[in-house]
């Protein structure tokens, strides 16, 4: 102590310190102490009735959730009875909670050390009983057993026991399934959890069982016979049934390999033109650009003669796993009826514990191998680039490959892999094809369901999106194997790969399009049958800041392109025509009543200076053809305020002026009848162009999406709202009334904004024309000062259609005119069907915005309604706070959630529409999915109920500070 007090020359400010900061101390010395105690206990209460249960009693049979992933979490629990009598349960979380407790304090209470040795080989029993649940070890299906620990030290000894009689079983069933792989070739096709599926399922159809995961037991027999059918399995089966009694339950390994070589069916080919260019019996190494790699797969195959199969090749990514190399290797090297090339592609994605694994299972099984000479052609492609561990091992097998040009790949990949005559959907008779554009928002999608509709008879439509960053197999194979046809029909997919998707696409779309399989890490297994028909959607050829990995494998598939209205417009001014797999502005776009509505409006009004004199709609004398497919392109990009805009924006702009100019058809402002020709053609006229005024600001893009590597810059706003003209003109639903919001008509016809009181535009209505709407005691002359709160919300209600003794709005919100038009311009776009995007920083006020709408809609309709019901008993508006946090599985719950609330709300009423508010939206990875939700009104390809609406609010970006 004297030491310590001599060397510490701050010793007073210590003890001080201390003396300030003694009752936190003693808190945490009291805290500490309590959870000893709390620990000690529970440790006590364990080994005086406590029983550790290890296992399941979940049968395989069943097969709902058989290639679920199994986590020992669900395998080890305890029963602990309570001094009163009392029991409970303690799942595998609870024993670990304490087991991590009772570890910091084992050097205190050297008794607890025996809970942290049983607890350690319980764990470690529980993944030996794993590895022999999917090894299909017959004693560990159903397996479960008790373990007491009322004698801690006897207790260690028999879980110990325990584990190692388990573990020299677990080596004798390896040894065994290995045995029987070499054995019986049609094994090596399978990963251990496949082999035990099939076991369980044939010995179901031996026993006339059939259910639904029948179509998942022929895709996994595909890899041995591709023409394999229902009845060709019945066959086998009855085959062995009669040749020897089957074991109960489960086939054993034997009797699978057995039935498997009936089915087996050998792969043909001439192989003789690549032994001038490849080593037989050994590993050839081919380096080539990264982007080469698959174009260089297709190159081995065409001079092979025919299609790859997915069980000759082998694209590495950062989800290949162990098994699936070995299961590679094994087919490669041993069976003697796959005497092709095997090819091994990228092997630099692998981990480096993957390379090691690979060059020793191939040294073990080369040393293995019976086969006096080999016979097999192992081509492993790499980028020239990018070294691996395999590559630098077996560099001495290099060979040089001269690839054949673009041309003949095209040829071969047209002619030998997609060429199916079941295919009628396709001109060409291609099973599957790529559907792109250069942007967004150019057809794609609408592309794939027009081809639907046209043979509906022949095919059952399915949309999967892909919103994940690297296209997880997991994830995707799941949604393709929920897909249920219960009909005759073929399938057609449309796969929808969002731009945010930079990883591995290419190899993606290698494996659907041309070697039809996909596989997740769990041994999922999706084909396509013989008829299916797949599309593929995405930016595949735009240069886009966005895309940072280009599609490798596109050039070589045959395509759909999509052209944008620019492009389209610049082949007829050249009189191109268009070629069958391009896509524009089709007659039976062009004869729906919204775009007829809108073309021929416009058509008129640009057509005579500006006047709708004696103009009427008449949809029975459309205006269609090549001709006014050229002209209504023109017209569009006249009125439509944008640089190369996409179809998708040019539909919004159609959308909301059909939805104004149906109003306006209604109108009695505008009806020659009530108020003369005369009056009638002048307020046309003059409403027609407030229309195309007001359409600006709905249909114009309010950020920049310009091309750029700066990412700020390329979500610039381009549109402020302060600094922005927002004038509203509106027909309410009889046509009675015509309320105006946000500007007025300065004699002599001047348009001006009231809120800056700038004039907007000279001359924009007539003399003659204010004068005799005057008449009618119809003025544009409110002010800024005259919009008080009481008018504003006799205008929203007017607009909205609400009736306002029905409302009582919230007191502690105050309605400005700013906010009234805000309220107006989402209110319109949701009755347009445009998505609603508001941008703000955070504490503006969007989501008070938001709440007071749908506050005043569902207390006027509430309220209105026959249904005995208080507006604070209904929800019509759904918050999803989003966060960084927020899942695809969160969305969708909230979604599911929604469309509760919107069924019930319609009951109430058919106007009373639900909102779906995304607060944040930009604040989470999976803004794809959203983007998917508001803008294709589907969540995952499913539709989602048509009366929710859906609004989105941002924060702006920022720049990180250093």
């Known amino acids: 102590m004297y030491d310590f007090v001599k060397d510490d020359k701050q010793i007073t400010k210590t003890l001080k310190d201390a003396t300030e900061n003694l009752k936190w101390f003693k808190e945490m010395h009291e805290m500490q102490t309590d959870t000893t105690k709390s620990s000690i206990s529970q440790f006590e209460l364990i080994r005086s009735s406590g029983v550790f249960i290890v296992g399941t009693i979940h049968d395989r049979a069943d097969l709902s959730d058989f290639f679920e992933e199994r986590k020992i979490d669900s395998l080890l629990k305890a029963k602990i009875s309570s001094p009163t009598g009392e029991e409970r349960l303690w799942k595998f979380k609870d024993l670990k909670e304490l087991n991590d407790k009772l570890v910091l304090i084992s050097g205190e209470h050297t008794k607890v050390h025996t809970f942290t040795q049983v607890f350690g080989k319980l764990t470690q029993i529980c993944e030996t009983f794993k590895e022999l649940n999917e090894c299909g070890h017959s004693s560990y299906q159903a397996w479960e057993k008790e373990f007491y620990f009322t004698d801690p030290d006897t207790t260690v000894q028999i879980v110990s026991d325990q584990y190692l009689q388990m573990r020299d079983e677990l080596k004798a069933e390896k040894k065994n399934i290995e045995d029987q792989i070499r054995k019986y070739e049609p094994l090596m096709n399978y990963t251990h959890l496949q082999l035990l599926y099939l076991r369980y399922q044939l010995h179901h159809l031996k026993e006339n069982v059939l259910d ?13 016979n591709l023409q394999i059918t229902l009845t060709d399995v019945k066959k086998a089966v009855l085959h062995l049934t009669r040749s020897r009694k089957l074991s109960e339950r489960i086939l054993t390994i034997e009797e699978l390999g057995v039935l498997l070589s009936f089915i087996h069916k050998k792969i043909e080919g001439d192989t003789s033109s690549l032994q001038k260019t490849l080593r037989q019996g050994n590993i050839t190494l081919l380096k080539v650009n990264s982007r080469d790699a698959l174009k260089c797969v297709l190159s081995l195959f065409r001079l092979v003669g025919r299609a790859p199969t997915a069980e000759e090749v082998l694209c590495c990514t950062n989800k290949t796993t162990e098994e699936q190399i070995s299961v590679f290797l094994r087919r490669t090297i041993l069976a003697i009826n796959f005497r092709l090339i095997n090819c091994l592609v990228s092997p630099e994605n692998l981990k480096y514990q993957l390379n090691r694994h690979f060059i020793d299972q191939f040294k073990d099984l080369m040393k293995n191998n019976n086969n006096s000479r080999p016979v097999f052609f192992l081509v492993i492609i790499t980028a020239d680039n990018a070294p691996s561990e395999i590559a630098s091992t077996y560099v001495q097998g290099y060979r040089q490959f001269i690839l054949p040009t673009n041309a003949q790949i095209i040829d071969f990949t047209a002619n030998h892999i997609l060429r199916n005559e079941q295919c009628v959907c396709d001109s060409e008779k291609r099973s599957g094809r790529l559907i792109q554009s250069e942007s967004s928002g150019n057809g794609k999608s609408r592309k794939a369901r027009v081809l639907h509709d046209a043979y509906d008879k022949h095919y059952q439509f399915r949309c999967i999106p892909i919103h994940n960053m690297d296209c997880d197999r997991n994830v995707i194979v799941k949604e393709f194997l929920s897909q249920k046809n219960d009909s005759l029909k073929s399938m057609m997919y449309l796969v929808d790969i969002s731009p945010s998707v930079f990883v591995g696409a290419d190899i993606f779309i290698f494996e659907l399009v041309i070697l039809r399989r996909l596989m997740d890490s769990l041994g999922r297994v999706f084909r396509p049958f013989n008829g299916d028909y797949i599309l593929v959607e995405g930016l595949f050829t735009c240069d886009n800041f966005m895309i940072r990995f280009p599609i490798d494998i596109a050039p070589f598939l045959p395509v759909y392109n999509c052209l944008s ?9 050249t009189g191109q025509q268009p070629q069958s797999n391009q896509i524009t502005l089709d007659d039976k776009q062009l004869r729906t009543e919204k775009w007829q ?16 004199d004696r103009f009427v ?3 029975t004398n459309a205006l269609t053809g090549k001709e006014h497919e050229q002209r209504c392109i023109e017209t569009f990009l006249h009125y439509v305020k944008i640089d190369n805009p996409s179809w998708r924006e040019i539909d919004n702009f159609v959308c909301f002026l059909d939805t104004q100019l149906r109003c306006v058809e209604r109108s009695t402002f505008t009806n020659p009848a009530l108020v003369g020709q005369e009056l009638g053609s002048l307020f046309n006229s003059f409403v027609v162009k407030f229309m195309i005024k007001m359409s600006e600001e709905f249909a114009t893009r309010s950020i920049n999406i310009s091309e750029g590597s700066d990412v700020l810059e390329n979500h610039r706003l381009e549109k402020l709202w ?3 003209f927002h004038p509203y003109l509106f027909f309410d639903e009889d046509g009675g009334c015509l309320p105006f919001i946000g500007f007025r008509i300065q004699a002599p016809g001047h348009l001006m904004d009231v809120v800056t009181n700038q004039m907007r535009e000279e001359n924009f209505m007539s003399q003659d024309l204010m004068g005799r709407l005057r008449a009618q005691q119809v003025e544009f002359k409110h002010t800024y000062k005259d919009y008080t709160p009481q008018l504003l919300l006799e205008k929203l209600c007017s607009i909205l259609n609400l009736r306002m003794e029905r409302i009582q709005p919230a007191s502690d919100y105050q309605l400005t005119l700013d906010n009234t038009i805000k309220i107006l311009a989402i209110h319109m776009r949701m009755r347009a069907n445009i998505p609603v995007v508001i941008m703000g920083e955070t504490g503006c006020g969007k989501t008070r915005l938001i709440a007071f709408m749908s506050d005043i809609i569902k207390q006027s309709i509430v309220n209105s309604s026959d249904v005995d019901i208080l507006p604070t008993e209904v929800q019509n508006l759904i918050t999803l706070r989003v966060h960084g946090g927020v899942t695809s599985h969160m969305i969708g719950e909230c979604i599911r959630d929604a469309e ?8 109430i009423s058919d106007r009373l529409e639900t909102i779906v508010f995304f607060d944040e939206a930009n604040a989470t990875s999976e803004i794809d999915l959203i983007r998917e ?10 539709p989602i109920n048509s009366s929710l609406r859906f609004i989105a609010a941002v924060n702006p970006y920022r720049k990180h500070t250093q």
């Open 617 to 619: 709609f008449d949809l």
């Open 212 to 224: 639904s995961h029948y179509q998942q037991t022929l895709i996994l027999l595909q890899a041995i």
């Open 722 to 724: 302060d600094k922005t």
């Open 565 to 573: 209205p620019c492009k389209s417009l610049e082949n007829y001014r």
């Open 933 to 942: 939700i508001m803008c294709n009104h589907t969540i995952g390809g499913r």
């Open 900 to 907: 509760e609330h919107a069924v019930r709300n319609k009951a």
């Open 597 to 612: 509505r809108v073309y021929q409006y416009l058509n008129h009004y640009r057509g005579h200076n500006g006047s709708m």
